[in-house]
């Protein structure tokens, strides 16, 4: 009895000791992760001469909250950061709306050539941005949507893209057939199937597209150089990438800026992220 004892208690001991080895790698990781942030926010509050310190600086004294009230004013970043808004807003939505449509047809409708065309829509996102960036700028500037926020949101439109299409059809394909059967036979429309049975039971994959979606459009930079001339219809990356070339010696100022520009992007992963990881997790259960 008394080796039975010891063996299970050194099993125990055993997997503590793994799992605080784990536990502290994490935090480690965590910690090293964590130092650009830190840093960023560091740097944003600190006086000129403690920038350029050596050793460096980490908790700035006095506190220099100048800095956001400069960075914030020395440029029209209230018109960029509306700007910037209003395109990730309008086009996060077309992505929603038509990259959930496509899904619904690929998991739930059947038609032929169902599957050929989902390979093919697998296949452009082997397609890199810069390859049709030629194409779409040539067709931009035919229709006239040149300098204009038009290609930036309407192109999100015409499905949302692949990735999306894909990752929610993966979704669409674990919840159970009977639901969709049984609207079915009660006379449900698949317009009505997919606004008052699908919709409201994706809402984890849904929320994963948006924050990727919101990701994407609240921090490129690419799409608006090309498109985007006037200065007064630059986003909140061109107005920043503007700001740091007037300013080349004021680093604590464009580290408040970017800051700033962060805050939104941290609020919405910190708010949907539950609903960002069981979106992710079960996208991924049924093939």
Excluded at 34 to 39: K, R, S
Excluded at 66 to 90: D, K, M, P, Q
Excluded at 149 to 175: C, E, M, S, W
Excluded at 243 to 268: C, S
Aim: proline share 6%.
């Amino acid at each position: 009895m008394l080796n039975i004892a010891l063996g299970r208690f050194e099993g125990k001991s055993r997997k503590v000791a793994q799992s605080s080895l784990v536990y502290c790698l994490l935090v480690a990781l965590g910690f090293l992760f964590a130092m650009p942030l830190v840093w960023l926010i560091s740097t944003s509050l600190k006086s000129n001469e403690q920038v350029g310190m050596w050793p460096p600086v980490w908790i700035p004294y006095p506190f220099v909250w100048e800095n956001y009230f400069v960075a914030w004013t020395s440029g029209r970043f209230g018109l960029y950061f509306f700007n910037t808004a209003f395109i990730t807003v309008l086009a996060t939505f077309g992505q929603l709306l038509t990259a959930s449509m496509a899904a619904f047809g690929f998991a739930r409708l059947r038609f032929p050539g169902r599957e050929v065309l989902f390979a093919v829509l697998l296949a452009t996102m082997m397609l890199p941005f810069v390859v049709t960036m030629i194409p779409t700028f040539i067709l931009f500037k035919n229709l006239g949507w040149l300098d204009s926020f038009r290609p930036l949101i309407v192109p999100y439109y015409f499905g949302g893209g692949a990735f999306f299409i894909f990752l929610l059809r993966q979704f669409f394909k674990t919840l159970p057939t009977e639901l969709f059967e049984q609207a079915t036979i009660d006379g449900a429309s698949n317009y009505r199937i997919y606004y008052q049975i699908l919709l409201p039971l994706s809402k984890p994959a849904l929320s994963t597209v948006a924050i990727f979606g919101f990701l994407h459009h609240w921090n490129d930079f690419l799409a608006p150089l090309i498109y985007l001339n006037s200065p007064e219809k630059f986003t909140l990356a061109l107005g920043l990438q503007q700001f740091i070339q007037r300013t080349e010696v004021r680093y604590q100022e464009m580290m408040a800026m970017a800051l700033l520009m962060t805050i939104p992007v941290l609020m919405v992963f910190f708010f949907f992220q539950q609903y960002f990881i069981r979106g992710v997790v079960m996208s991924g259960i049924k093939g």
